[in-house]
Antibody, heavy 122, light 107 residues
Framework: EVQLVQSGAEVKKPGESLKISCKGSVYSFTGYWIGWVRQMPGKGLEWMGIIYPGDSDTRYSPSFQGQVTISADKSISTAYLQWSSLKASDTAMYYC???????????????WGQGTLVTVSS | DIQMTQSPSSLSASVGDRVTITCQASQDISNYLNWYQQKPGKAPKLLIYDASSLETGVPSRFSGSGSGTDFTFTISSLQTEDIATYYCQQYDNLPLTFGGGTKVEIK
């Protein structure tokens, strides 16, 4: 069974930096896209962006372009989501997810990580 | 961006009832649509892919239909374990976009 294991919950102050991770296993990490999805408290799902670990091709949602950085280290089958300066409004659950490649670049999400809760508060 | 309009935003039904959720895309997305279930405090789970294909291991009471701009998700006989929020998502074009979600409760 495909596994996406995310790093643990984080509590940070505004202005601090943060990098959370998502480790894939039991499948070919370089053969699938990894995406990140935000869920703010009590709200719906928002797609942030995707990366193809095989060649590091990265695409961002316009809403998140410039706000976060998505990266991957294929040698350890791990993808990352990074902030350089957190805001209180970044408080949310963040999910990584696997997306098979498709005719239109990707197919829909077929597996999800367990989520990483990020709390930003002074 | 393709907008996904999901309705209703919430519903209450009895055990055994047939439940239907709709999702409308702002432009033709062919059959590039998935449906997910999210139980409280849990990660979402894929139920239906390519608009109408049932993911392996998902009970057959769940089904999906539609193509183009109009899609339907159905639970043929609601069970207590189906209490969750359901989301549609299109993958015809980037950015990928989700519907606003439908919260399903037991009456």
């Amino acid at each position: 069974e495909v596994q996406l294991v995310q790093s643990g919950a984080e509590v940070k102050k505004p202005g601090e930096s943060l990098k959370i991770s998502c480790k894939g296993s039991v499948y070919s990490f370089t053969g699938y896209w990894i995406g990140w999805v935000r869920q703010m408290p009590g709200k719906g799902l928002e797609w942030m962006g995707i990366i193809y670990p095989g060649d590091s091709d990265t695409r961002y949602s316009p809403s998140f372009q410039g706000q976060v950085t998505i990266s991957a280290d294929k040698s350890i089958s791990t993808a990352y989501l990074q902030w350089s300066s957190l805001k209180a409004s970044d408080t949310a659950m963040y999910y990584c997810a696997r997306l098979p490649p498709g005719i239109n670049l990707v197919q829909g999400i077929d597996s999800w990580g367990q989520g990483t809760l990020v709390t930003v508060s002074s | 961006d393709i907008q996904m309009t999901q309705s209703p935003s919430s519903l209450s039904a009895s055990v055994g009832d047939r439940v239907t959720i709709t999702c409308q895309a702002s432009q033709d997305i062919s059959n590039y649509l998935n449906w997910y279930q999210q139980k409280p405090g849990k990660a979402p789970k894929l139920l239906i892919y390519d608009a109408s294909s049932l993911e392996t291991g998902v009970p057959s009471r769940f089904s999906g239909s539609g193509s183009g701009t109009d899609f339907t998700f159905t639970i043929s006989s609601l069970q207590t374990e189906d209490i969750a929020t359901y989301y549609c998502q299109q993958y015809d074009n980037l950015p990928l976009t989700f519907g606003g979600g439908t919260k399903v409760e037991i009456k």
